[in-house]
């Protein structure tokens, strides 16, 4: 099949998508029309939960496996949408709809360019597809739930909006859950003890406080107090105040290295991870797949917002048509001239590897 027709047969299914309902762990939905263009196109399939996966029809044992992976779960359409979030309307070259651009363009385009590459044969690597759900959630029966299931892989390329330039490394997250206590009293008694003012100096050290590894890629490791939780009524000094941290962590670090180093200097009487779970990723920048982006003029950066490349262990490579500033906002779109881009990058890239 032409990349001409491909390219047009993305488009249509993207439309189907985004007309049919897909939030994280309701996907059944378009987890059914993802299995009939393989259907369509006479592609053997696999389903487990709303994760539809397939090998390369020449598969074959002891080569490279290349992993090609988008998510079809959206979030929940927010209240600025003055548009039908499922109406997949075409207007001025924008595809709207919810799911548009987060991760429905990437989605199809590497279903597209995976539909392109089936049968060749003779190909250096394997390629295995997984369309997956619950991304946006990182629920348990999303792509880490597949990882014992398709075969294992050693590199991926993750499809998510980055204008199709070349996201090399990502950051991991860790959430924490912090205390800061202190003596309950009565308003109205003296309490050298308050949590409340307590925490002024435990927030003036989260605001300070800097991580000493710093990464080429990444940047800093960025931590913020994003939640504070204290007190019931008026009259009352609390034992305690609950902290929430969103900490973005760095290539230099693993997520059990910044735990262990927050639980030994935060001054908080706890401090406890949520999940360790979601850590950094990157690629090395020789690597031929990086070598083959940049052959084609595409520019590469650190990442600084979270995919699934968070539960993958090998080197990953984010990708996608699309621009991630446009990832759950109001009246969501892609330009269809990036996904008829997508595709042709896409396949570009993979045949100067295969």
């Excluded at 959430?175 to 050298?192: C, L, Q």
């Excluded at 059990?256 to 949520?274: F, G, M, N, S, T």
């Amino acid at each position: 099949m032409n990349r001409e027709q491909l390219t047009q047969e993305a488009i249509e299914l993207l439309k189907k998508l985004i007309a049919t309902q897909s939030f994280s762990s309701e996907e059944e939905g378009t987890a059914a029309i993802i299995e009939a263009w393989f259907k369509a196109h006479d592609i053997p399939f696999k389903r487990q939960a709303n994760n539809i996966w397939a090998t390369n029809k020449n598969f074959e044992e002891g080569k490279t496996t290349l992993l090609l992976n988008s998510h079809h779960d959206t979030v929940q359409p927010n209240n600025g949408y003055t548009r039908d979030p499922y109406s997949p309307d075409v207007e001025d070259g924008k595809l709207y709809g919810l799911g548009s651009n987060d991760a429905g363009g990437c989605l199809v385009s590497l279903i597209a360019t995976f539909t392109y590459f089936y049968a060749q044969e003779n190909p250096k690597y394997n390629l295995v597809i997984v369309a997956s759900g619950e991304e946006e959630s990182s629920g348990p029966n999303g792509l880490n739930s597949m990882l014992k299931v398709i075969p294992p892989v050693d590199v991926a390329i993750v499809g998510e909006p980055t204008l199709m330039n070349l996201a090399v490394a990502e950051k991991g997250l860790v959430v924490f859950d912090a205390k800061v206590k202190g003596t309950p009293s009565h308003a109205a008694h003296p309490n050298n003890n308050n949590a409340i003012y307590n925490c002024i100096d435990v927030l003036q050290w989260f605001k300070d406080f800097t991580f000493e590894k710093v990464s080429d890629a990444l940047g800093e490791v960025k931590m913020t107090v994003t939640q504070i939780k204290g007190g019931k009524q008026h009259n009352a000094v609390p034992a305690d105040v609950e902290l929430v941290v969103d900490v973005r962590v760095n290539d230099k670090y693993s997520n059990q290295e910044v735990a262990d180093l927050l639980q030994e200097k935060a001054p908080c009487d706890e401090i406890i991870p949520r999940s360790l779970r979601l850590n950094s990723s990157s690629i090395p920048l020789d690597h031929d797949l990086v070598k083959a982006g940049i052959a084609l003029g595409r520019t590469t950066y650190g990442s600084p917002t979270l995919s699934d490349q968070a539960v993958l262990s090998c080197p990953s490579l984010k990708l996608g048509p699309g621009d991630s500033t446009r990832s759950h906002s109001a009246n969501e779109f892609i330009y269809v001239n990036e996904i008829e881009e997508g595709i042709e990058i896409y396949i570009d890239l993979l045949k100067s590897i295969l």
